[in-house]
């Protein structure tokens, strides 16, 4: 989704506890980062494996999907194949920023739409091409919380368009694969 269509969705975030120290690393407040890479690797891997155990989880339920457009450097989000009326669901604990009809400009290619915040991992995603919308504006959601359904637009197989975005202090989104970050 184009920052034109979201900029007054990116809300500042409070402080949290977690926060990248390089590339893929995470690293918890008041630790030391360690100077050994092999040790360093190590204890990414870690992290990154409890952290996404602990707070994420796909949109779709896994084995009901398949992934028929790929994140990369010129897509920054996913589309999702699943039956028609699959549920969406919330990746993380987060609040509804938006929820509703696409902008006018973006409709054709989004239709039904629903953006969440997740304050506390310093993430937005993007849940777009929904049948239906079964959250508002405002409302506190929490990881798995059913926020829609699958839907068909122009005669496309029913895919939902999915995007996760990192926020940066300054409040700027940088796409992230979603493939690379939940379980």
Do not use: C
């Not at 949290?16 to 360690?34: C, D, F, H, N, R």
């Not at 049948?131 to 409302?139: P, S, T």
């Not at 839907?151 to 979603?178: A, D, G, T």
């Amino acid at each position: 989704i184009s920052n034109k269509y979201t900029s007054e969705l990116n809300s500042s975030t409070d402080d949290a506890s977690i926060e990248i120290v390089q590339e893929g690393g995470l690293k918890t407040e008041g630790e030391e980062q360690s100077t050994r890479v092999d040790d360093t690797e190590e204890i990414i891997e870690d992290r990154i494996d409890n952290v996404q155990l602990d707070r994420y989880a796909w949109p779709i339920d896994r084995g009901k999907e398949r992934i028929v457009q790929k994140f990369n450097d010129t897509n920054g989000f996913l589309l999702i194949q699943a039956p028609g009326g699959t549920p969406v669901k919330s990746i993380a604990n987060g609040v509804v920023k938006f929820a509703g009809k696409a902008p006018e400009e973006a409709n054709n290619q989004y239709g039904n739409m629903v953006v969440i915040s997740h304050p506390e991992l310093h993430k937005l995603s993007i849940y777009a091409r929904l049948k239906n919308i079964i959250v508002k504006r405002g409302q506190t959601i929490k990881l798995g919380n059913k926020i829609g359904e699958v839907s068909v637009i122009k005669n496309k197989k029913p895919q939902l368009y999915f995007e996760i975005n990192n926020i940066s202090s300054k409040n700027k989104r940088v796409p992230i694969n979603p493939e690379k970050l939940l379980p």
